[in-house]
């Protein structure tokens, strides 16, 4: 998810109140904040804290959170595919090498400011308490599903796109992206985005593509 998720030395996860949630984390991967961040791989595990687990009771703020995002996320989707760019054969390759299974769907949409359903105001509100969007903070890529969006000017590097596409890649292999989501978030929560294991996936991958071929 956000702080695209993202993008290595770009942003610095952001400590989370202690609030909605009720749990302290950073932010999310897809978003970059001003400046610096450095990821710090783990491996996958149980939750160091079982009481900061969050809780997805139905009526939870978290829970609806979520469903309102993933309704919102279908619309991104959609518009995505409609205005993104197909990968180049390159890209494609790149993408096939991280598993991706229709690296054909991909598409990259450049975008003043990669969206965030902030019209709505309780998912600003949650947006900004999860450091996902507020003052200085900036989200420079996410992927959505199949359409990565990036912000106009953000150079999306090889490593940098790497680490876009193994978030695909997590998309596409889990049921749906709301599913996806869901275990993000609660990652998040856990271990902070530093060392959430989709994140530290994601930045093994800018190791590995660290230069393009
Ligand atoms: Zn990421």
Redesign the pocket.
């Known amino acids: 998810m956000k702080?695209?998720?993202?993008l290595t030395d770009l942003f610095r996860p952001r400590m989370l109140k202690r609030g909605v949630f009720g749990a302290v984390a950073s932010a999310c991967?897809?978003i970059a904040g001003p400046a610096h961040a450095a990821e710090n791989p783990t491996v996958m595990g149980e939750s160091r804290d079982a009481s900061r687990q969050v809780s997805a009771e139905p009526d939870s703020p978290y829970a609806a959170f979520l469903a309102r995002y993933v309704e919102w996320v279908e619309t991104i989707e959609v518009e995505g595919q409609a205005r993104g760019v197909a990968l180049t054969p390159k890209q494609i390759e790149l993408a096939a090498r991280i598993g991706i299974e229709h690296p054909e769907k991909v598409r990259l949409v450049y975008v003043n400011e990669v969206p965030f359903p902030s019209d709505d105001p309780q998912m600003r509100k949650v947006g900004e308490q999860l450091g996902f969007v507020g003052t200085g903070i900036t989200n420079n890529a996410q992927a959505f599903g199949y359409t990565v969006w990036v912000r106009d000017g953000f150079d999306l590097t090889w490593p940098l796109l790497a680490?876009e596409l193994v978030?695909v890649q997590q998309i596409e292999r889990n049921s749906s992206f709301g599913a996806f989501v869901e275990k993000y978030m609660k990652q998040l929560m856990a271990y902070g985005h530093e060392t959430m294991p989709l994140?530290v996936e994601?930045?093994e991958a800018n190791r590995i593509y660290a230069r393009e071929p």
């Open positions: 702080n695209s998720c993202s991967a897809i680490h978030h994140e994601a930045y």
